[in-house]
């Protein structure tokens, strides 16, 4: 008796052939069928990089921290990822998110300790890792929602959430990228966006991506008289990066309304202070290789020597300028006495307090003009303030203390060697100092007296200044002519400090950076030691351009976002970012590797 119950009466054939060739002939024809070739080429190649991941949540909210999103990256992406790249993520209707990697994760795919010593082992004798073995997660920040309209693609902020298992795309178009990061097509060329030191690449031609300043007025003004200012340590080729974008002012097709709602459009004069005796050099062209030209030339950028380029040399006592570096024009001048009149703090130095510098302005040297006239030199003021009888009189008078008036005197004796000197006085040079299209170059490098070389140009800063607010100008050509002053080491000259000169000096310079736009007035500011720069001027800067920086004052003193921040310190020589709010997002960029003009000794 069978234990098989109903299975004993099972048979495989039920024609009731029940022989082996029977049986052998069933089972193969079923092997044939379980083993038939089957296609396995994928019906569509893989799109993107990876998948939207829902696993965690998959929330877009208006608190950055309460924002989730986070994308599987497969496999055969992992390698080429990295954080801050661009990536796109379409919606259904055709809008899609673009947006960026902050962070990148591997996570266990299944649930395991590999901190043990067999793993260890077995990883350390094993030529590769399993990928597979792991998630590989990317955290994203959105940026923008990109559509189009008409023809056009246009960006607004962030106001869905995409779906899940979505797939995600490198952005490698660069309309997208312009479009997502809010960059111009045209303008101002500083450099090509980058991510992580190295350039974002399209398959377009040129494959880089070239970051423009806005420079027209069809959505504001441009930024150049919203004011500049270029950060970085030694070394980290920031003059370099400076003359790139000076000389990009400087092209025969820029020109600017010389006044609201005016047709008529002058090319911008450009005065540069420089310490360093290097800017003169951007009269020549330097070893310019051909490719490099002929680059410069496919993509708009100004290139080669400017020719209207002019060193204005000072003429200070015991101090000769002899430059074999440059072939620039060389025109001497001095600094009136008569320019003391309407800044007073020149021969204040960084000495007189509020008391002394009120018997100065109040009592001195109007007295000293009644009696010389509006001629007269410094040698006279000398003198006149040698009087022994004047300050007598002025003492019994209690006009000035006699411990005041000594105070004044020490202060203001020693500018011999900057005043009133051979050469022509620059109130007859003006014409020739502020030229449309030109570049004059002022070089204090030749000064070894430091109160000499910051009464030099303090003087002939105060010139533009004064000249642009003022609503009776004695100088028609400053008024008229849009004006970029360029000042290198300017840490120097608009330090924040508790005296009656650096007071005056700031408040005339931030007063200029407020009515830059109105007036045409543009300051470009050169610096390794940003936290040095007043404040009430710095926060008037628009745009922001910072090289490596190893400074932490330095650093947080730029302001820039914390993620870019901390890249800083470890940027190569013409690595920079720039964040400048009214142009585009925050961005890494890399400058030309070579300088568009002469550069270097």
């Known amino acids: 008796m069978s234990d098989l119950g109903d299975f004993t009466d099972f048979s495989a054939d039920d024609s009731?052939?029940?022989?082996?060739?029977?049986?052998?002939?069933?089972?193969?024809?079923?092997?044939?069928?379980?083993?038939?070739?089957?296609?396995?080429?994928?019906?569509?190649?893989?799109?993107?990089?990876g998948v939207l991941s829902a696993a965690e949540g998959l929330t877009i909210s208006e608190d950055e921290d309460d924002t989730t999103l986070r994308a599987y990256i497969t496999v055969r992406n992992r390698s080429a990822v990295r954080i801050g790249t661009y990536l796109l993520v379409p919606y259904p209707d055709g809008e899609r998110l673009f947006c960026r990697i902050t962070a990148l994760e591997y996570m266990p795919e299944f649930r395991a300790d590999d901190a043990t010593e067999i793993h260890a082992q077995r990883a350390m004798n094993s030529r590769e890792i399993d990928e597979e073995d792991f998630k590989f997660m990317a955290t994203l920040e959105p940026v923008a929602v990109l559509y189009e309209e008409g023809d056009e693609l246009k960006r607004r902020m962030t106001d869905r959430v995409p779906k899940p298992e979505t797939a995600v795309r490198r952005a490698d178009d660069a309309?997208?990228?312009?479009?997502?990061?809010?960059?111009?097509?045209?303008?101002?060329?500083?450099?090509?966006?980058?991510?992580?030191?190295?350039?974002?690449?399209?398959?377009?031609?040129?494959?880089?991506?070239?970051?423009?300043?806005k420079d027209d007025y069809a959505d504001g003004d441009p930024l150049v008289f919203r004011h500049t200012l270029v950060a970085g340590g030694t070394g980290s080729g920031k003059t370099h990066a400076a003359k790139n974008v000076l000389r990009q002012y400087l092209a025969d097709e820029r020109s600017y309304p010389v006044e609201s709602g005016s047709d008529r459009e002058v090319s911008p004069a450009m005065v540069v202070f420089d310490p360093q005796d290097e800017y003169a050099q951007m009269h020549d062209d330097g070893d310019l290789p051909r490719e490099f030209r002929r680059r410069c030339e496919r993509e708009g950028i100004a290139c080669g020597g400017h020719d209207d380029t002019v060193a204005f040399v000072p003429d200070v006592a015991g101090a000769s300028y002899s430059a074999d570096h440059h072939r620039a024009e060389q025109v001497p001048f001095t600094i009136p006495f008569s320019m003391v009149d309407d800044n007073p703090w020149l021969i204040a130095g960084s000495g007189l307090n509020d008391n002394q510098y009120s018997a100065l302005v109040n009592v001195l040297l109007p007295r000293f003009r009644d009696e010389y006239g509006q001629g007269g030199s410094y040698e006279q003021f000398t003198r006149f303030l040698d009087d022994p009888a004047l300050r007598e009189q002025l003492d019994e008078s209690g006009r000035v203390h006699e411990a005041t008036f000594d105070a004044v005197r020490r202060r203001a004796l020693g500018f011999g060697g900057v005043f009133d000197r051979d050469a022509?006085?620059?109130?007859?040079?003006?014409?020739?100092?502020?030229?449309?299209?030109?570049?004059?170059?002022?070089?204090?490098?030749?000064?070894?007296?430091?109160?000499?070389?910051?009464?030099?140009?303090?003087?002939?800063?105060?010139?533009?200044?004064?000249e642009k607010l003022s609503n009776d100008p004695t100088f028609d050509r400053i008024e008229e002519t849009p004006l970029i002053v360029g000042m290198d080491e300017a840490h120097n000259f608009l330090t924040d400090a508790d005296t009656v000169q650096a007071r005056k000096v700031i408040g005339k310079f931030t007063d200029a950076a407020k009515q830059g736009r109105k007036e045409r007035l543009g300051l470009f500011l050169i610096t390794q030691d940003p936290q040095d720069i007043a404040d009430p001027v710095f926060k008037q800067i628009n745009t922001t351009a910072v090289l490596n920086l190893g400074d932490e004052d330095a650093i947080s003193a730029v302001n820039i976002p914390p993620n870019l921040e901390s890249k800083v310190p470890y940027m190569e020589k013409g690595q920079m970012v720039v964040y400048s709010p009214d142009n585009s997002e925050p961005v890494e960029l890399i400058g030309l590797s070579t300088c568009v003009t002469k550069h270097g000794r």
């Open 16 to 49: 009731g052939d029940t022989g082996d060739e029977s049986r052998s002939s069933s089972s193969a024809d079923r092997d044939d069928e379980r083993f038939e070739p089957v296609e396995v080429t994928p019906t569509r190649s893989e799109r993107g990089i």
């Open 175 to 213: 309309g997208e990228i312009k479009t997502g990061l809010k960059i111009p097509a045209e303008g101002v060329f500083l450099g090509h966006l980058a991510v992580g030191g190295e350039k974002v690449t399209t398959a377009a031609e040129p494959p880089t991506i070239d970051y423009r300043l």
């Open 424 to 466: 022509s006085p620059i109130t007859d040079l003006v014409h020739e100092f502020v030229r449309p299209g030109g570049l004059t170059v002022v070089p204090t490098y030749h000064i070894n007296d430091s109160r000499a070389t910051e009464t030099v140009v303090l003087a002939l800063a105060s010139l533009l200044v004064d």
